[in-house]
């Protein structure tokens, strides 16, 4: 059985792999995506708690307010960050899929839109970890979503070449 390691570094390293990791269960790749979703949600907590830090030394009256709220502020913080962040990775993960999918029509391969997800849902590995990086580097958003989505397109489509071909039918 292939571990959440293993499948971390065939999705950095060997984009061949992952048309073979369309086999895997709808729980593992599950899994896989939850743990890349706690990954962005700890960089984003660590940057709300940089941020808050930053901002009430700013205000004397703010920074009197967060600090006597501080153990209700930041639990919420957390909550809303994993919930966005779920929602945002499962959104950008369907997209590329239909995308996915759309390749494999043209290069003549064989393979349904669950096969894709799960393709497409380790393919995103690059983006998720380059956009944690760009956030601290203060790239434009517009620009590392681009970046993303072309890196995130190219993955899916060496992965869609490693797909088995769809046979002409003979008569």
């Known amino acids: ?13 060997q984009p061949n792999k992952l048309a073979a990791y369309r086999l895997l269960t709808i729980g593992k790749v599950i899994q896989y995506v939850f743990i890349l979703i706690a990954i962005v949600t700890i960089f984003s907590f660590i940057q709300f708690l940089t941020g808050v830090s930053k901002t009430t030394i700013q205000f004397e009256g703010l920074q009197q307010y967060v600090s ?3 153990w209700l502020l930041y639990p919420f913080a ?3 960050l994993l919930l966005t962040s779920t929602i945002l990775l499962f959104v950008r993960i369907t997209i ?10 043209i290069f003549n391969r064989r393979g349904e ?5 799960r393709t497409t849902a380790l393919a995103i ?3 998720t970890l380059l956009s944690i990086l760009f ?3 203060n790239i434009s958003s517009w620009f590392g979503t681009v970046v993303n989505a072309i890196i995130t ?5 060496i992965a869609s070449l490693k797909y088995p071909k769809i046979e002409k039918k003979k008569f």
């Open 78 to 80: 957390l909550l809303l």
């Open 153 to 157: 397109i190219i993955l899916l489509t």
């Open 135 to 137: 956030s601290f580097m």
């Open 96 to 105: 590329y899929a239909a995308i996915g999918t759309l390749l494999l029509k």
């Open 1 to 13: 059985m292939v571990t959440h390691l293993q499948i971390f570094i065939h999705s950095l390293f």
């Open 113 to 117: 839109y669950r096969h894709m997800w």
């Open 125 to 127: 590995t690059w983006s």
């Open 68 to 70: 006597d709220i501080q």
